[in-house]
């Protein structure tokens, strides 16, 4: 029982160091001032500035729309891959490959599909930092799903093979309900990882509107604007929103079969 | 079992990867025989229908006026325009070499980039008798050393660098490069210096009397020992923010450029001084692309900003010198404000030019300098 | 169905076949187009020159990599190993309890706590980043508060720790997730097994929990190693420019040498070092 109580102190240390600065850009955000550092007083004049601001606002638009489209391809592809992975072969050098995207610099990535883009005479836009951001998006989303898959319980995929099902039959009604919990994280780091893009989206995005985090490096390179502060506040609250709509699908992706409770 | 079959299918892989480095080595043979800076100049049809053409710009932020684009599509007629925007020199270079066609039309670059994208046979030739506002430009403006009589390039801006620096916190107001390379106990870590290599090298180069385009390797090891003395004594490098550092009162003493030194601030305390030692002068220029499908547009748009109307917004509103004496004549300048260095004064500053081979020595000395 | 359970057999093996095909092609496919084929195109180059004013001038060349072992670059590279190194255990110390807690809270809470996880992630990594400067810098708010107690001033914002601190707060979410997931898995049953025999916390921690919780542990600490290892622009914002990672060697010969070969081969070099950890940790990850 003590030992737990322990346990509690580097989990509230985690929140409080994830939620400090949250809660410095939050405050800032509703200075009156300009300054980076001291509060003059409150208004919301930031977010006046914030709502009249076209480019961040194509920029939201952009970024979810990418974030959406690579997070359902990497998804998709991510956990074919696991599964394969993890039960029809037991090669360490596709092992090393499947986790590669993840792992390759992302300066390295962009500019190398800018070239490959480039040689195969493919015009750039959303589309290509779709295809780019599923790329490592794939490799987090199967990482995930094999943590998920490796030691969990075989026998039932196996009672399933020989009773004769086909590998899709038994993927669909075995192995996919007890993955779920991992492909709900593996999606959601997905779709996390996409939104907070920059450097690849920057090179493939071609002649296209930037996506929000390009936009936002411009806007931090030239100096701290309390704009961004309130841009941060209003980020955290959609996302709020979005997670408070979406419990309910949460809610129901967790009601799985456990093979252990 | 499964396990064969996949090291089986290694070759394959491997047959494809070495079919793509094979593709790669010829693809690029090709586009280095493409490699030439003289390339017969397209003929370009000064009557060509521009509403047939849309134009794809990009420019630093803040840049160019917000309202641009639709004038642009007003004025000239073009069908469409779009500008996009990038942080630094490099990255834009990046779009532009990565692949063949970058989709830009016209890019803005500082001088020593509009060199080297020219030396790779990137750039279309400026044709002046397109761009009739060329005139307005100060007979200084075409005798740029990288690009002498604006072949390949317009200027939009030009500066120079130096200290800018708190006048009511400083002790003693700067007048030496060796005033931030060697700073007084009072500026201890309240100095920044830049990052980009060449402008990081250039207070030591100058201070040590040598040319911004050295390339002697005993003079770089001489200017490296300078700034690796200095480095323990910085705030920090930066680029981009030193202004708002000066005004926080950060810091005391930055390099900066002219344009970016926020002289005209209401407090008045900011100041901005050219080492006695001598600086640089940099251009920030408009070039086209060779690959460019609406050089025409490309050609009309160029001569629109030379407008004094249109140029002048710049010396207006972000505090930049422009290289054009009509639009200066209509400038009303500001006390304090650094409109006022003549063409004639920034012209004893010295060019950045590219130096080829010798300018990876600069990475390699900022690297240095950077890493402990 | 039931006929099919007749010729069992050799279904199950031709099954067996159909099952690595529907499984890996396509994301193997997307794999070798997407990554491996512009990985050749820009690893290609490491065997070519730079061209006098960027660009690559295709003739061979083993130049690049008699560069590489240059003490500087071997410098940062260890420089970077050490300070991504550092911020991985530290994730992991913080990590792993912070996972542990989540996966024995109610279910209720246990969605909660791990959207808290996430959700910094959601307004944007510079700025997060950047809400760091505003903490951590000399008239930021660490030191006023400091002032208050007559402490201070910290002098961290540009020094090593900075980074360390900004590499931690942005790659934390990354340990912990996975972590959760290998935690939550755990049967309560084979520790209270453990306990019933008498063994005590720790060697049930440390012969139970840990060893299977090992993928777990795998997982998120690449996840944290990784993108610290190779980044580029918390050094940048945070370290100053003041100490440099290779993940800014490489976008420097990119960006601003426009050295593309020597960049590439940079790569390669950070590629090569993060492929052998892969392996361990595969290599590792089986026969936990």
Known sequence: MRRSKLLYVPFWASYVFLYLPIAVLVVMSFNAGESAYTFEGFSLKWYGELAGDERVRDGLVNTLMVAAGSTVIATVLGTLLAVGLARHTRSKLLDS??????????VVLGIGLLVFYGMVQSTLGLYSVVLAHALFAMAFVAAVVRTRLAGSDTSLEEASRDLGAGPVTTFMKITLPQLAPGIVAGALLAFTLSLDEFVIAFFTIGNDDPTLPIVIYSMVRFGVTPEINALAAILLLVSFTAVIAGQRLTKIGEREPRAQD | MSRTRFTRRLPATMAVVGLALAVAACGGESSSGSNSTTVAAEQLKPNADLSKQSLAVTVWDGYLPEELAQRVKEKLKVQDIKIQLHETNETAMAKLTASGDSGIDVAFVSGQYAQALNEQGLLEPIHPELIPNLANLYPEATQLSYDKGNKYSVPYTWGTTGICYRS????????????????????????????????????????????????????????KELL???????????????????????????????????????????????????????????????????????????NYILDPEVHSWAAENINYKVPNKAAMDRVKIAEGSLLGISPAELLNGESIIDLGEASTKYTRLSADVQAK | MKSEVKARPVNRSRGRRLGAFVFLSPGLAYLVVFMLVPLALLLSTTVFRRGRFGGVVYEFTAENFERLVDPLYLGVLVDSLKIATLTTLIALLIGYPTAYVIARLPRKWKTIA??????????????RVYAWIMLLSGPGLVNSALKVFGLGPLEVLYTE????????????????????????????????????????????????????????????SLFVFVPSFGNFVIPEMLGGSKSIMVGNLIRDQFLKARDWPFGATLALALIVVLVVLLVAQSWVARRA
């Open chain 3, 161 to 220: 720790g900075a980074i360390v601190t900004g590499l931690l707060y942005s790659y934390l979410p990354l340990m912990v997730l996975p972590l959760y997931a290998a935690i939550d898995r755990l049967d309560p049953q084979l520790r209270e097994a453990s306990s019933n025999l008498g063994a005590s916390a720790f060697t049930t921690f440390r012969k139970v929990t840990l060893p299977l919780t090992m993928p777990g542990v795998l997982t998120g």
């Open chain 2, 228 to 302: 690796m003395a200095q480095k323990p004594h910085l705030l920090t490098y930066d680029d981009t923010t030193f202004g708002d550092r000066l005004l926080s009162g950060e810091a005391l003493m930055v390099e900066a450029w002219d344009g970016w030194c926020p002289t005209t601030d209401k407090s008045g305390n900011i100041k901005f001084v050219v080492p006695k030692e001598g600086s640089d002068l940099w251009v920030d220029t408009m070039v086209i692309m060779k690959s460019s499908k609406n050089k025409e547009a490309a050609h009309a748009l160029i």
């Open chain 3, 114 to 127: 791990l959207v808290a996880i996430v959700l910094p992630f959601w307004t944007n990594f510079l700025i």
């Open chain 2, 168 to 223: 009511d916190l400083v002790k003693t107001p700067p007048t030496s490069w060796n005033d931030i390379l060697k700073p007084p106990a009072w500026a201890e870590k309240k100095v920044t210096m830049m990052t980009t290599e060449r402008w990081l090298a250039l207070p030591a180069i100058k201070a040590l009397g040598y040319s911004v385009n050295t390339d002697k390797d005993d003079e770089i090891e001489k200017v």
């Open chain 1, 97 to 106: 490959v499947a986790l590669m995207p993840a792992v390759l610099p992302d």
